[in-house]
């Protein structure tokens, strides 16, 4: 459904809009990229009567997904070095991965194939952090998705860059050519404390204040990354951050494993965000986040998927339920992160600590038509007592079928269970994916 204006009747719908309601035999009005009216299917103006209609009558409709940690491109190393804790993983196994293949058609081909692996689950925004971001966003535009580009900063050389200053260069050089992109928003991703140095974060947020972009960098993701800031520094990576001034409205911390209460605290007061990302914690035995812990002090905290090679999937409907029954574990408690929490992790938390919350992140009149739809008649489904509830404890990212973002349906499930996408053949997908598998396995081999 590409027209200018169409009507989506759902059986359920979810604004995501302050308390968890309900709505139920909904219409939902879209001119253009825009939302222009929520109505009961039964109380749809007259106006709107000869409109198309998109048939979601089995359906949730929800907000698009907000995935607030993802490097995208490195789906090309999906399951590439599993099963190592992060700093083998990164230092014998991803970093000199990434030193042979990483170019700039390495990053826009993964970022395609993930593009499409995330408008399949219902993720129509992310917030990305990777080497040469112009092909990011060459491919995001081409698929028509949402992105958030972190320009990456650290200190050692790669194929990208040869040091902190010409990653800053070079980033906002792609920012400034890509600015005027609707579907863009931009962020200086300096890697993490541990790869950049006081002197280049000092640099960066120099120009991340002058071009009022945020700060978006990996933060207290394991414990040894702790130990070693206390021997290098004598504190905390986060006390470290704060001293130089880049902890505030405009940071967002991915995996935030290890924090105390008076980090919280802190994070709570300076308004930073949280990119919790569950899966990737304990498939790298980081450890459970106190996610829980860190909304009670006041922190807004996101969903993140973080890349495929340490997930190994894109899929926030498996970060949903998974936080939410860590969190139960976490504090001992059942009542802990309910589902509707979880929900909103995943969509209007996502949408504030990008600053995108006036556009996205829920739905409703006057916000941009950022949409998914999720079928819940399958038998496996049934009996369905509530839709909040089944989204994020029984769903998964098989029963999307309607993925819009800015008015435009960009991926659909067909009624035989293939995936079509509006802006690109699964067929040119399949062959990207199988030319990269095939170079990378026969170089592997050659190695060895």
């Known amino acids: 459904m590409n027209s200018e204006h169409f009507v989506i009747k759902a059986r359920w719908l979810i604004p995501m809009e302050g308390a968890d309601t309900l709505l139920e035999h909904a219409a939902l009005v879209i001119e253009a990229d825009n939302i222009v009216g929520i109505f ?10 000869d409109w198309p209609v998109v048939d979601c009558q089995q359906h949730v409709l929800l907000p698009g997904l907000i995935n607030l940690h993802a490097h995208t ?11 190592y804790a992060l700093m083998p993983w990164l230092n014998q196994h991803i970093w ?73 260069r070079l980033g906002t050089q792609a920012r400034d050519a890509y600015k005027h992109e609707p579907l863009l928003s931009f962020s200086f991703a300096p890697h993490a404390p541990y790869t950049v140095s006081d002197k280049s974060f000092e640099q960066l947020l120099t120009y991340a204040e002058q071009l009022n972009l945020g700060i978006h960098t990996h933060l207290h993701e394991t414990e040894a990354e702790i130990t070693q800031s206390l021997t290098q520094y004598g504190v905390r990576p986060l006390a470290r951050l704060h001293a130089l001034g880049a902890i505030g409205p405009n940071t967002v911390l991915a995996h935030g494993v290890h924090l105390e209460p008076a980090e919280l605290t802190l994070l709570a007061t300076q308004g930073a965000h949280i990119a919790h990302c569950p899966s990737s914690n304990l498939k790298l035995a980081s450890g459970i986040a106190p996610i829980a812990a860190a909304m009670r002090a006041g922190v807004n905290v ?17 970060e949903m339920r998974t936080s939410a029954l860590l969190a139960k574990v976490k504090d001992q408690n059942a009542a802990s992160l309910p589902a509707y929490q979880a929900l909103q992790m995943a969509t209007i938390h996502g949408a504030h600590a990008l600053g995108l919350q006036a556009r996205i992140g829920s739905l409703a009149v006057g916000k941009q038509a950022d949409m998914v739809a999720v079928r819940l008649d399958a038998l496996d489904h049934l009996p369905c007592f509530d839709p909040i509830s089944h989204l994020v404890y029984v769903a998964g990212r098989e029963h999307v079928t309607h993925t819009w973002v800015n008015g435009t349906l960009q991926y659909q499930r067909t009624a035989a269970g293939l995936a079509h996408f509006t802006q690109i053949a699964t067929e040119e997908l399949f062959a990207i994916a199988q030319q990269w598998q095939l170079k990378i396995q026969s170089a592997r081999h050659t190695a060895h």
């Open 40 to 49: 009961s299917q039964s109380a749809l103006p007259a106006a709107f009567s």
């Open 302 to 318: 996101g969903l993140g998927t973080d890349g495929s090679a340490s997930n190994n999937r894109l899929d926030l409907w498996q």
């Open 96 to 168: 000199p991965a990434e030193k042979q293949w990483v170019s700039p058609t390495f990053v826009h081909d993964g970022s395609l194939l993930a593009c499409a692996e995330m408008l399949s689950g219902g993720v129509t925004t992310f917030n990305d952090m990777y080497f040469f971001p112009q092909s990011t966003m060459d491919a995001v535009l081409r698929m028509g998705m949402r992105a958030h580009i972190g320009l990456v900063v650290m200190e050692f050389a790669t194929q990208y860059a040869a040091d902190a200053m010409t990653y800053i």
């Open 73 to 83: 491109s490195m789906t090309l190393l999906k399951g590439y070095a599993d099963d």
